[in-house]
């Protein structure tokens, strides 16, 4: 089945990086669209960064351009999400994302936390 695994997530300082992954299994993760997507307290979850199967061209939510970088390493069946110059309102539990037969899938979530 599919599976799909955040990591990388934790407390951080305003202007500092951290770097998220997912690890996909149970599909041909190269095959696939990936997405990396948040939900902050009381808001709705939103896409913030998309990448298509092959990598190549990239969408970002406006919020995040120029701060953030989607990635993929398909040999390694793994996505990334290098987030830099983070502010506080980039806090929020951030979630790895596909759409595969039919339906969406998602990880259980990393939490990321800007505050000083």
């Known amino acids: 089945q599919v599976q799909l695994v955040e990591s990388g997530g934790g407390l951080v300082q305003p202007g500092g990086s951290l770097r998220l992954s997912c690890a996909a299994s149970?599909?041909?993760?190269?095959?696939?669209?990936m997405s990396w997507y948040r939900q902050a307290p009381g808001k709705e979850r939103e896409l913030v960064a998309r990448?298509?199967?092959?990598?190549?061209?990239?969408n970002y939510a406006d919020s995040v351009k120029g701060r953030f970088t989607i990635s993929r390493d398909n040999a390694k069946n793994t996505m990334y999400l290098q987030m830099n110059s983070l502010k506080p309102e980039d806090t929020a539990v951030y979630y790895c994302s596909t759409w595969i037969y039919r339906a969406r899938s998602w990880g259980q979530g990393t939490q990321v936390t800007v505050s000083s």
């Open positions: 149970g599909f041909t993760f190269s095959s696939y669209a």
């Open positions: 990448i298509p199967s092959a990598g190549g061209y990239t």
